[in-house]
């Protein structure tokens, strides 16, 4: 109940502030409007559109869910929170829940648009790539909340782009195989959950099996994003020091 009241207390907030509702929804859509009349070319599209199906809503993710659950907190209203019964967990999964229901309707809509009018070619189940492309939001998610706890203003939140989302998008076999990396540079994509994202949207785009691999990418994703909230949780605290 507890979770269910703060999914639904945010969800209400977040209806308030339409600018960025419209930003949530409509920008991986936009995006991927944008891409396809870049390539201009319904193949080339398909074989960069996968990725970028997972690299957007984990970006924008990231980035609302760092600012609004920064904002909490600088406010004190995460502090006040934290003085009732509420429990930490039961705090971090409404955000969770809250922001999950975005992310869900987010790629939703960019997933149909893609495969509907921009002539993405799906050979897989296009359920598999729903679950893959909101796990992927689901992620960037929760290490927006995690990364929160580390930023005093929303510019310092911002700084941490760089950090936990760029070198992920550089490293997750966007622009270069894997395999072909440098040996510390592949071993640095094997640490990184963006990496499993983007290969398990390839697979889904390009075989109609259900494999080992795609199975394990997709429990590596939705652990690296509970241990994202885990750790998140461990930075609440009752009071300010």
């Known amino acids: 109940m ?3 009241a703060t999914a639904q207390r945010l969800l209400r907030q977040l209806k308030h502030d339409k600018r960025t509702v419209a930003m949530l929804l409509a920008m991986p859509t936009l995006l991927m409007v944008l891409l396809r009349f870049v390539f201009n070319n319904e193949m080339a599209f398909s074989k960069a559109a996968p990725a970028m ?3 957007f809503p984990f970006t924008i993710m990231f980035m609302i ?3 609004t659950t ?8 995460l502090e006040r929170l934290m003085t009732t019964p509420l429990g930490k967990l039961d705090l971090l999964f409404g955000y969770a829940l809250a922001f999950g229901v975005v992310a869900v309707v987010q790629v939703t809509i960019a997933t149909l648009v893609s495969v509907w009018w921009l002539g993405l070619t799906l050979v897989g189940p296009l359920w598999i790539l729903l679950v893959i492309t909101v796990l992927d939001a689901l992620l960037g ?4 909340l995690f ?3 580390f930023a005093r203003t929303e510019f310092q939140a911002m700084q941490f782009m760089p950090v936990f989302v760029l070198p ?8 270069v195989p894997r395999e072909s990396m440098a040996r510390l540079l592949n071993w640095l994509s094997d640490v990184m959950p963006l990496s499993y994202a983007v290969d398990a949207l390839f697979h889904v785009t390009s075989s109609t099996e259900f494999t080992g ?12 994003a509970l241990l994202a909230l885990m750790l998140g949780a461990m930075t609440l605290r009752r009071r300010t020091p």
């Open 53 to 55: 199906l997972g690299v």
């Open 168 to 175: 992920q998008i550089l490293l997750c076999g966007l622009f």
């Open 70 to 77: 920064l904002r909490e907190r600088t406010s004190g209203t």
């Open 213 to 224: 691999t795609l199975l394990r990418n997709l429990v590596i994703i939705a652990g690296c």
């Open 2 to 4: 507890n979770t269910l």
């Open 147 to 149: 990364v929160s706890a």
């Open 141 to 144: 998610m929760a290490l927006g």
């Open 65 to 67: 869910t760092s600012i």
